[in-house]
């Protein structure tokens, strides 16, 4: 695996509005969402009464405490990633947290990107102008396809029909990446490690593919019609 500096990709700068509302501030001086806050605005009705029963079967400190933890994981495990991308020094550390990111980052090095052959960036900013922006974790040629990859840790193993919005983002960064560097990405790939250090990996392509850019678009719409 090489990392390659083939488009020239820029940070973008993340702005509080007037509304009180956090978006990405996009070269032209315009702001627009972000694809994390379209898709929880528009999230279906069956998903937020599941998390709101979750939280009452668990109780809201214990949830509290799940979601903080995660979010922490998640958080060292992608910068983990971004620095053995980047060919930069990866530290253990002692805290029982930074143990686990760093063994499960290990667990998406040795599984996933085993198949990229080359990358062209990470925690790359993208967007769609007048619509959306976002932060993909990695682009690069998967298995020889350019794609857009996604990490991701998780509690406990999940089936292909619970990630529906993982999906729709991989589409969002794509179009996003298509429409700013004129390429044609229609493969996705998520690679998620568990807690225990299970690893999975979800790719969608042709239809699969269609189909998430198809229900991103939708949710977009439904996002500006709120």
């Not at 668990?58 to 495990?77: C, F, K, P, R």
């Amino acid at each position: 695996m090489i990392l390659l500096e083939k488009y020239d990709y820029h940070e973008l700068k993340r702005v509080t509005t007037i509304d009180r509302k956090r978006k990405y501030e996009l070269p032209n001086g315009s702001a627009v969402p972000s694809v994390t806050t379209i898709l929880d605005a528009t999230k279906p009705r069956e998903e937020r009464e599941a998390l709101a029963n979750w939280k009452k079967r668990v109780g809201e400190t214990q949830a509290q405490q799940i979601s903080t933890e995660a979010a922490n994981v998640g958080t060292l495990m992608h910068k983990n990633l971004e620095l053995y991308i980047e060919s930069h020094e990866r530290k253990v550390g002692s805290n029982v947290i930074h143990q686990k990111a760093y063994n499960m980052s290990n667990v998406i090095i040795a599984e996933g990107l085993r198949n990229v052959s080359e990358i062209y960036g990470t925690e790359v900013s993208l967007y769609y102008e007048g619509l959306y922006a976002g932060t993909t974790d990695c682009v690069g040629l998967w298995k020889g396809n350019l794609a857009i990859l996604d990490f991701k840790q998780t509690n406990k193993p999940k089936k292909k029909e619970w990630i529906s919005n993982y999906f729709c983002q991989l589409a969002a960064y794509a179009m996003a990446h298509n429409e700013m560097f004129d390429t044609d990405i229609k493969t996705g790939v998520v690679l998620m490690c568990s807690r225990d250090l299970g690893y999975q990996e979800f790719v969608i392509e042709g239809e699969e593919f269609e189909e998430a850019a198809n229900h991103w678009n939708k949710r977009v719409e439904q996002y500006y019609n709120l």
